[in-house]
Nanobody
């Protein structure tokens, strides 16, 4: 069983930066892909960024590409989301997710079988 814990939620200024991290524990060898999702009030949960454990390939949603960066030094290291040039539209609860080797596209929430508890990020002017 895998457990995920997010760290780093809080407030940020519009145009500023913020960093989130996610620590995996338990049967981490079963993790093939990790990702960040976010959900704003009244909105569906959306994929933000994903990273594959074997090739370290990263993918981003159109809304954050060029502003956010996902990284993980190795499969046993925390997964980090560096968020730059933040806007109010980035305010949401951010969730860390982990999934096995086979599954749906990385942007689909059902792809992942383990989720963190979520951490709030609020961007204000």
């Amino acid at each position: 069983q895998v457990r995920l814990t997010e760290f780093g939620g809080g407030s940020a200024k519009s145009g500023g930066s913020h960093v989130l991290s996610c620590v995996a524990s338990g049967e981490t060898a079963d993790i093939y892909i990790m990702a960040w999702f976010r959900q704003a009030p009244g909105m569906e949960r959306e994929a933000v960024a994903g990273i594959w454990s074997d090739q370290r390939i990263a993918r981003y949603s159109d809304s954050v590409r060029g502003r956010f960066s996902i990284s993980q030094a190795n499969p046993q290291s925390p997964m980090v989301l560096q968020m730059n040039n933040l806007t109010a539209e980035d305010s949401a609860v951010y969730y860390c997710a982990a999934g096995p080797r086979l599954g749906k596209p990385w942007t689909v929430a059902d792809r992942y079988n383990t989720w963190g508890q979520g951490t709030q990020v609020t961007v204000s002017s």
